[in-house]
């Protein structure tokens, strides 16, 4: 049965988060009104999934999320919030945040994407897809350039550095080039974070 840890500070709306989940067969493993206070409680019971608001009183929920992923690695984390503009949504993903929906959704989007990441599938909901197309482009220029996002693309098929370089007739110096300025540009610490980002993102494609 999957678990969920629910937080947002408005108690109302926990119960009835509670209510629905539970409904569906989901096992609530816990609330929090508080971002430290959730942090202990995702340490304690280790739920598959983590529902967070991202402003509660002590401190936000892209902090409190990097903090529950420090402490629960196998824990994924959903945003639910009132929030949909393209800074949060960026936040969240740097911070870990595997799904994310405006709480404008129907009960049946909310178990839907609990199910989703509890298996491991990234979903977001339409709207928020849409934000996150947008979130690729700085001040209308692209987040990448078209051979950055073609390494990046021969990453994501599993190639090595040399297998990119030889796909792509460039040298593997080159390829190394590109990846730094990846990195950078994507806030990211190695290939494959990278990777995941431009996957959440919509900059490349599975094939």
Same mark, same amino acid.
């Given at each position: 049965?999957?678990?969920?840890?629910?937080?947002?500070?408005?108690?109302?709306?926990?119960?009835?988060? +509670?209510?629905?989940?539970?409904?569906?067969?989901? +096992?609530?493993?816990?609330? $929090?009104?508080?971002?430290?206070?959730?942090?202990? %409680?995702?340490?304690?019971?280790?739920?598959?999934?983590?529902?967070?608001?991202?402003?509660?009183?002590?401190?936000?929920?892209?902090?409190?999320?990097?903090?529950?992923?420090?402490?629960?690695?196998?824990?994924?984390?959903?945003?639910?919030?009132?929030?949909?503009?393209?800074? !949060?949504?960026?936040?969240?993903?740097?911070?870990?945040?595997?799904?994310?929906?405006?709480?404008?959704?129907?009960?049946?989007?909310?178990?839907?994407?609990?199910?989703?990441?509890?298996?491991?599938?990234?979903?977001?909901?339409?709207?928020?897809?849409?934000?996150?197309? +947008?979130?690729?482009?700085?001040?209308?220029?692209?987040?990448? $350039?078209?051979?950055?996002?073609?390494?990046?693309?021969?990453?994501?098929?599993?190639?090595?550095?040399?297998?990119?370089?030889? +796909?792509?007739?460039? $040298?593997?110096? !080159?390829?190394?080039?590109?990846? %730094?300025?990846?990195?950078?540009?994507?806030?990211?610490?190695?290939?494959?974070?990278?990777?995941?980002?431009?996957?959440?993102?919509?900059?490349?494609?599975?094939?």
């Amino acid at each position: 049965m999957t678990t969920v840890l629910l937080v947002d500070d408005h108690t109302v709306l926990r119960e009835g988060l +509670r209510r629905s989940l539970e409904a569906s067969g989901i +096992r609530v493993a816990g609330e $929090s009104g508080e971002g430290r206070q959730a942090v202990e %409680a995702a340490a304690a019971t280790q739920p598959d999934v983590v529902l967070m608001d991202v402003a509660l009183p002590d401190q936000d929920g892209i902090d409190t999320t990097r903090q529950v992923l420090e402490r629960c690695p196998d824990t994924q984390v959903v945003m639910l919030t009132m929030f949909a503009d393209g800074a !949060t949504l960026q936040a969240a993903i740097r911070a870990g945040a595997v799904g994310y929906l405006v709480k404008d959704c129907t009960t049946a989007e909310i178990v839907g994407l609990v199910e989703a990441v509890a298996a491991r599938e990234t979903a977001m909901s339409a709207q928020v897809a849409e934000s996150l197309l +947008r979130v690729e482009s700085r001040l209308g220029e692209p987040l990448l $350039s078209p051979r950055e996002v073609e390494v990046l693309q021969a990453l994501a098929t599993g190639a090595s550095t040399s297998e990119v370089a030889a +796909r792509l007739f460039i $040298s593997v110096k !080159t390829v190394k080039n590109h990846l %730094a300025n990846i990195y950078e540009k994507m806030d990211a610490r190695d290939r494959t974070q990278a990777v995941l980002q431009a996957l959440r993102l919509g900059v490349i494609r599975l094939r």
